[in-house]
């Protein structure tokens, strides 16, 4: 299993970003995806998680209405859009292979919200 994060980095308050994750070695469209994230100096959050194959979906309540995620079992990946970001949003994002968060996860991309 890999899972490769990108799309990370330094953002305004109130601006978008999207995370891509590109997943192999593993049948994807069979497979439930989760972003999670862990703040520093706190515990991982769930964030969003996308069903199989094409949803349904849902979101963590601090996330809910500003995120949208969602998938592409052609080319294998899971995006996450995050529009109308706040500093509470700032950490470290992973995609997870399954649900929950204890499944293979990628190296997470950094996202810094901040002015």
């Known amino acids: 299993v890999q899972l490769v994060e990108s799309g990370g980095g330094l953002v305004q308050p109130g601006g978008p970003l999207r995370l891509p994750c590109a997943a192999s070695g593993f049948y994807f469209s069979g497979s439930a995806m989760t972003w999670i994230r862990q703040a520093p100096g706190k515990e991982l959050e769930w964030v969003s998680i996308?069903?199989?194959?094409?949803?349904?979906?849902a979101y963590g309540t601090m996330v809910k209405g500003r995120f949208i995620i969602d998938r592409d079992n052609v080319r294998n990946t899971v995006t996450l859009q995050m529009n109308s970001l706040e500093p509470e949003d700032t950490g470290v994002y992973y995609c997870?292979?399954?649900?929950?968060?204890?499944?293979?996860r990628g190296q997470g991309t950094q996202v810094t919200v901040s002015s």
């Open positions: 997870v292979q399954g649900a929950g968060t204890i499944g293979p």
């Open positions: 996308i069903y199989s194959p094409n949803g349904p979906s």
